[in-house]
């Protein structure tokens, strides 16, 4: 299983930036995905995610951002709107899933990460 994100990059503070995270393989069905963050010096951090239809967002994003998911390609978004420079940081999609129908625990994956950065 392999997660795939794209689309990071350098924008002004009240700029907008849309993230693609693709996962690919051998997947049964995903239980949850969604995108964490992790700034210089910081602990990783939930940013949002998408759980059986249900969304849940960090209290710094509502508002701002938000996380859609196409199921039929196996794709999360994270629309970024009204960025801050403390929005910065290296972005990871994250996916719980069940890699075929005879799995019975979830199994974690990470992507590569795709940086962020809000600067005037």
């Known amino acids: 299983v392999q997660l795939q994100a794209s689309g990071g990059g350098v924008v002004q503070p009240g700029g907008s930036l849309r993230l693609s995270c693709a996962a690919s393989?051998?997947?049964?069905?995903?239980?949850?995905i969604g995108w964490y963050r992790q700034a210089p010096g910081k602990q990783r951090e939930l940013v949002a995610d998408i759980t059986s239809g249900s969304t849940n967002y960090a209290d710094s994003v509502k508002g701002r951002f938000n996380i859609s998911r196409d199921n039929a390609k196996n794709t999360v978004y994270l629309q970024m709107n009204s960025l801050k420079p403390e929005d910065t940081a290296i972005y990871y999609c994250?996916?719980?899933?069940?890699?075929?129908?005879?799995?019975?625990?979830?199994?974690?994956?990470w992507g590569q990460g795709t940086q962020v950065t809000v600067s005037s």
């Open positions: 393989g051998s997947i049964f069905s995903i239980i949850s």
């Open positions: 994250s996916a719980r899933l069940l890699r075929s129908r005879f799995s019975t625990t979830p199994i974690s994956y």
